[in-house]
């Protein structure tokens, strides 16, 4: 397809707002892409990182590049080579991009991959009309999830992935932290047949919100001693796996002393400083296994995902803000710096 195309741009390497253009280039694909014709993409704090340039984003984005990265859409042309996609397909993306010839790509880690590509980052992602991607970066949607579900796949997928890890079927689990990827966490685990699951969080208003995801217990961390109250359901014996979301360096000792001796704790939230633990009291002398989580698993989380989505627990509704045109990127983003509960989407 040739022609112009809308789109946002961050421009040049530095501090700065992307920029709002309808002269972009539509992508030429080679023979292994398809081009998407983008229907929604949800805004990351990602993208707020990349207009205030720092240091993450110093590191790692190559400007000028079209910016975006939570999305879905239509297929509307495929290379040559590509034989499982066609014209029509709705879809979604993992913008974590494999090199698939690495230790990890070879050994079925793709996802953690040591010369991962970034869409939106790396490569020009999203916030556009048009979009292409390789076609094996493509994850097929049924009818069942909107396109506004399916651009939630991605930033919550940490929160399946995490569940995963927890093997949560028949065990009691703790989920800390009930923003939208905690609240996809406690979800997943009842979808997948956690006996119970206890979320916590320091804020009252995530109460209704982790009780309508499917947890069965919710413990303000801000008024009880969350420590006591999983002692006290648990027979004093301790949750089968606790999942932390906070990342914040007294929850997850918090988690460490809530877990029994030879559960498993799994780390999904990044700690921004070094996280001070009893290793020997916590974890060694207990036996207890220590699991960190980066981003989604190509593509198991993604299927586990689109189950838990179309399951009993999931409200998707719970966990999405407004929609905005492309245009009007600025309040969508203005939104976003709000601190607005739910994940605000563009709308090309
Ligand atoms: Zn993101
Ligand atoms: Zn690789």
């Known amino acids: 397809m040739k022609g112009t195309m809308a789109g946002l741009v961050k421009r040049v390497p ?3 707002s992307f920029e709002y253009r309808t002269d972009l280039p539509i992508p030429v694909i080679g023979d292994d892409e398809v081009l998407i ?33 939570e999305t879905s859409g239509v297929i509307v042309e495929t290379g040559k080579n590509v034989t499982d996609r066609r014209p029509g397909d709705r879809v979604s993306c993992e913008p974590h991009i494999p090199c698939g ?15 991962i590509r ?13 979009m292409k991607i390789r076609a ?20 919550m997928g940490a929160g ?28 997943a685990c009842k979808t997948m ?15 209704s919100l982790a009780l309508a995801m499917g947890a069965d217990v919710f413990v303000n961390s801000a008024e009880s001693d969350v420590i006591a109250e999983v002692m006290h359901l648990t027979n004093s014996i301790g949750a089968d796996a606790a999942i932390d979301i906070t990342g914040s360096g007294a929850a997850i000792r918090n988690g460490l002393k809530c877990v029994r001796a030879a559960g498993r704790f799994v780390g999904v939230g990044l700690p921004t400083k070094n996280v001070e633990l009893d290793l020997a009291n916590d974890l060694i002398y207990r036996e207890i296994e220590f699991t960190g989580i980066s981003g989604r698993r190509i593509w198991k989380t993604w299927e586990d995902f689109a189950m838990v989505m179309k ?5 998707a509704d719970l966990v999405t803000g407004n929609s905005y045109p492309l245009s009007e990127y600025e309040k969508a983003f203005a939104e976003v710096r709000t601190g607005a509960a739910g994940k605000v989407i563009l709308c090309p």
Do not use: M
């Open 37 to 69: 014709k983008v229907k929604c993409t949800a805004i990351c704090g990602t993208d707020i990182h990349i207009i205030d340039w720092d240091p993450w984003s110093q590191k790692r984005v190559r400007a000028p590049v079209v910016p975006g990265h």
């Open 14 to 16: 530095g501090p700065g």
């Open 193 to 207: 047949g956690a006996t119970a699951v206890i979320a916590c969080d320091l804020l009252e208003e995530k109460r």
């Open 311 to 315: 399951g009993p627990y999931f409200k």
């Open 160 to 187: 399946v992935h995490g569940a995963e890890a927890a093997e949560p079927k028949g065990r009691i689990v703790l989920v800390s932290g009930c923003g939208p990827i905690g609240l996809a966490a406690i979800s």
């Open 136 to 155: 094996s970066s493509t994850f097929l949607l049924d009818d069942e999830i909107s396109f506004e579900q399916a651009c939630l796949l991605e930033p």
């Open 101 to 115: 010839n690495c230790w990890f790509c070879r050994n079925g880690l793709p996802h953690i991959c040591s010369n």
């Open 118 to 130: 970034l869409l939106g980052v790396t490569e020009d992602g999203a916030f556009a009309e048009y």
